[in-house]
């Protein structure tokens, strides 16, 4: 009943391979974020012209949201990096 935990049929992988994996994933976040965040922009620039003030306020909040998700988001990339240094630093003293 518990043999597949116990099996090992996992693949282990590295803590490097899981750390770039992680860093893929929060590139494309990044990437995904500047486009809602242009999107966000152009559609405020759009309802200021018809005359819809409330509408292009709420555009600027979701901008000025999702530059705060790109801003968390660099913090995590950055922290992702720093783990990788130490772990190259790590295996290179060995």
């Known amino acids: 009943m518990l043999g597949w935990l116990l099996c090992g049929c996992r693949k282990e ?3 490097t391979d899981q750390l770039k994996q992680a860093r893929d994933v929060f590139a494309a976040k990044e990437a995904v974020l500047q ?3 242009s999107q966000e ?5 759009e309802f200021t012209k018809s005359g819809n003030k409330h509408a292009a306020m709420q555009c600027l909040k ?9 801003n968390q988001v660099g913090s995590v990339q950055s922290r992702i990096n720093t783990k ?7 295996t290179a003293n060995k």
Not at 62 to 70: G, L, N
Not at 84 to 90: F, P, S
């Open 35 to 37: 486009k809602k965040i």
């Open 41 to 45: 922009m152009e559609r405020a620039k």
């Open 62 to 70: 979701r901008k000025k949201y999702y530059e705060s998700q790109m």
């Open 84 to 90: 990788e240094k130490m772990i190259a630093d790590h």
């Open 13 to 15: 992988s590295s803590a």
